[in-house]
């Protein structure tokens, strides 16, 4: 199937897709991204539309129009029987989509679906790592430390950062394919404290997110990429904010 025609089907509708479409994208990472997407994109307008309040009076002044101005007469014109549906979908959604997003962020702070998607991806990363990490007691070399923030394209402004804390575990990690990631863990007052740098931007608006047992936030840092904090329930990250998202910089 080539992907002109793996679109057509997808985006005709992305929730009810056949077995071969499932299996194509099985198959072909880039097709399983485009399915991926369209699934993602549809959820959010669904969300949006159904959570938009009409105005009052909206319909009154609509019905207000005259039936012979020539906009409202282009606004009730019908497509070309050959037109691209999808397209006209596509715009719409789009333009909802980012009214949506841009005043939830403004107004409400929250994040974006691939935002949840992302502290997700952090929880699964850090739950497979689990036992690693709780098996870590000795306190490494600050070298350790510092050569692993530079695998990632990062360093500590002030090394006297970590006099104080206890970090047991320093390791390159990938919590994104082709990203290079930086995970430290420290000595919390709860448990163990993860600190991940990561050297690009996936997220561009603070958040936090948690699960039964972590509780996480994640922090835009400068133009170079994002700062992951992830702790047991109860553990003050805002401590470890303030201490990294100041003193870490990019070399990249």
Same mark, same amino acid.
């Given at each position: ?8 089907? /997808?985006?005709? %509708?992305?929730?009810? /897709?056949?077995?071969? $479409? ?19 994109l549809?959820?959010?307008?669904? #969300? &949006?539309?159904?959570?938009?309040? /009409?105005?009052?009076? @909206?319909? +009154? ?6 039936? +012979? +101005? ?10 070309a029987?050959?037109? %691209?549906?999808f397209?006209?979908?596509?715009? *719409? ?5 980012? @009214? ?22 952090? =929880?699964?990363? &850090? ?7 709780? #098996? ?6 600050? #070298?350790?430390?510092? *050569? /692993?923030? *530079? ?5 500590? $402004?002030?090394?006297? =950062?970590?006099? !104080?804390?206890s970090?047991?575990?320093a ?5 994104? *394919? ?18 991940i740098?990561?050297? %690009? ?14 509780? !996480?936030? $994640?922090?835009?840092?400068? +133009?170079?990429?994002n700062? $992951? =904090?992830? !702790? ?6 805002? @401590?470890?904010?303030? =201490? ?9």
């Open positions: 199937m080539d992907e002109l025609e793996f679109q057509k089907r /997808v985006y005709a %509708n992305p929730e009810e /897709v056949d077995q071969e $479409v499932l299996d194509a994208a099985r198959d072909n990472p880039a097709y399983q991204k485009i399915l991926d997407q369209a699934r993602e549809n959820a959010a307008v669904t #969300s &949006l539309v159904n959570n938009i309040s /009409v105005p009052s009076g @909206l319909a +009154d002044k609509l019905g207000a129009i005259p039936a +012979d +101005d020539e906009a409202a007469t282009k606004i009730a014109s019908k497509p029987a050959n037109s %691209n549906f397209q006209y979908y596509a715009i *719409a959604a789009s333009l909802i989509l980012a @009214l949506g997003v841009t005043f939830s962020i403004i107004y409400n702070n929250e994040p974006a679906v691939s935002d949840l998607a992302f502290g997700d991806d952090i =929880l699964r990363h &850090l739950y497979y790592e689990a036992a690693e990490i709780e #098996s870590m007691q000795s306190v490494i070399a600050l #070298s350790t430390v510092t *050569a /692993v923030m *530079a695998s990632a394209g990062s360093q500590l $402004v002030a090394n006297e =950062l970590l006099q !104080g804390l970090v047991v575990m390791k390159p990690c990938v919590i994104l *394919a082709a990203y290079q990631s930086a995970h430290l863990v420290l000595e919390g007052a709860q448990g163990a404290v993860n600190v740098v990561i050297n %690009n931007s996936p997220v561009a608006v603070e958040f936090s997110f948690r699960d039964d047992r972590f509780e !996480g936030m $994640v922090i835009p840092l400068g +133009d170079g990429g700062l $992951v =904090l992830v !702790g047991e329930k109860n553990e003050n990250l805002d @401590l470890y904010k303030d =201490l990294f998202s100041e003193n870490v910089e990019w070399v990249i």
